[in-house]
């Protein structure tokens, strides 16, 4: 015997955020009218910092270079 499926008419999110969200997922647009902080490109769609993927990876190479050549002053 299955059971039936409940249904809850409450969200945590608003159904508008949700739509929105999806729309931005699906076109794979980076958010309209954001720039990167440091070149001024369009910001990844990823990014959090406001960084387009060129800086973003940049700064994350850098992150990976600092960590490697700490060892080798101490």
């Keep these: ?11 945590v999110v608003p159904k508008e955020m949700l739509e929105r969200a999806r729309q931005e997922a699906i076109s794979g647009r ?5 720039k ?3 070149c ?3 910001v990844a769609p990823f990014s959090s910092e406001d960084l387009c993927w060129v800086c973003r990876r940049l700064k994350i190479s850098a992150w990976r ?8 002053q101490e």
């Design 65 to 72: 270079e600092v960590d490697q050549q700490m060892p080798a």
């Design 40 to 42: 001024g490109s369009p």
């Design 36 to 38: 990167c902080v440091v």
């Design 30 to 34: 980076p958010r309209s009218g954001s």
């Design 1 to 11: 015997m299955k059971r039936k499926p409940t249904t809850t008419g409450d969200s």
